[in-house]
């Protein structure tokens, strides 16, 4: 989550001209949403970003998320068995990046309104922000710092 979080703090102050404390002010409302989506677990970050700002995420393959019911709570209503729900979970860390990104987007659409369009946009800017730090926390931490005066231990997001 953090780096998904860095990466997009990053291109809001080189791109968008948001502040330090407008960013504290995403992130806060960011959580929110995590704990509005973890009260119902007929709810997933995927499928709420979706219905709200029509934005269909896929895997690396393309595959949509509509075609994995725990993504896709519509399709599969049913209560998990133990092993199940297990499968389930390490079924879900294929797609933690693209949950978190969607936790952003959301946010974004909930608190300035923004369209598919923008969140299209900052999150192709992300991802070579990402791509640049070679997926590295450490390294993306400093070119946060280097480049935009950012320290990401000033957040929450930092923990």
Same mark, same amino acid.
């Given at each position: 989550m953090a780096l998904i979080n860095l990466s997009g703090a990053i291109v809001l102050i080189e791109s968008f001209g948001w502040t330090k404390e407008k960013i504290k002010e995403l992130f806060d409302k960011e959580e929110e949403l995590l704990k509005e989506c973890s009260k119902d677990h007929n709810l997933s970050l995927i499928s709420m970003f979706d219905n709200e700002c029509d934005i269909e995420l896929t895997n690396r393959e393309g595959v949509? #998320? /509509?075609?994995?019911? #725990? +993504?896709? %709570?519509?399709?599969e209503k049913w209560e998990y068995t133990a092993p199940q729900w297990l499968q389930m979970r390490q079924n879900q860390k294929q797609w933690l990046g693209a949950m978190f990104t969607a936790a952003i987007g959301l946010t974004l659409h909930r608190m300035e309104g923004w369209n598919d369009e923008d %969140?299209? /946009? +900052?999150? &192709? /800017?992300? &991802? /070579?922000v990402k791509e640049n730090c070679s997926y590295d926390m450490k390294k993306m931490s400093e070119y946060a710092k280097e480049k935009v005066n950012f320290d990401a231990k000033e957040l929450k997001m930092a923990a």
């Amino acid at each position: 989550m953090a780096l998904i979080n860095l990466s997009g703090a990053i291109v809001l102050i080189e791109s968008f001209g948001w502040t330090k404390e407008k960013i504290k002010e995403l992130f806060d409302k960011e959580e929110e949403l995590l704990k509005e989506c973890s009260k119902d677990h007929n709810l997933s970050l995927i499928s709420m970003f979706d219905n709200e700002c029509d934005i269909e995420l896929t895997n690396r393959e393309g595959v949509s #998320y /509509k075609d994995f019911g #725990y +993504l896709n %709570i519509e399709k599969e209503k049913w209560e998990y068995t133990a092993p199940q729900w297990l499968q389930m979970r390490q079924n879900q860390k294929q797609w933690l990046g693209a949950m978190f990104t969607a936790a952003i987007g959301l946010t974004l659409h909930r608190m300035e309104g923004w369209n598919d369009e923008d %969140i299209a /946009k +900052l999150v &192709q /800017k992300m &991802q /070579k922000v990402k791509e640049n730090c070679s997926y590295d926390m450490k390294k993306m931490s400093e070119y946060a710092k280097e480049k935009v005066n950012f320290d990401a231990k000033e957040l929450k997001m930092a923990a």
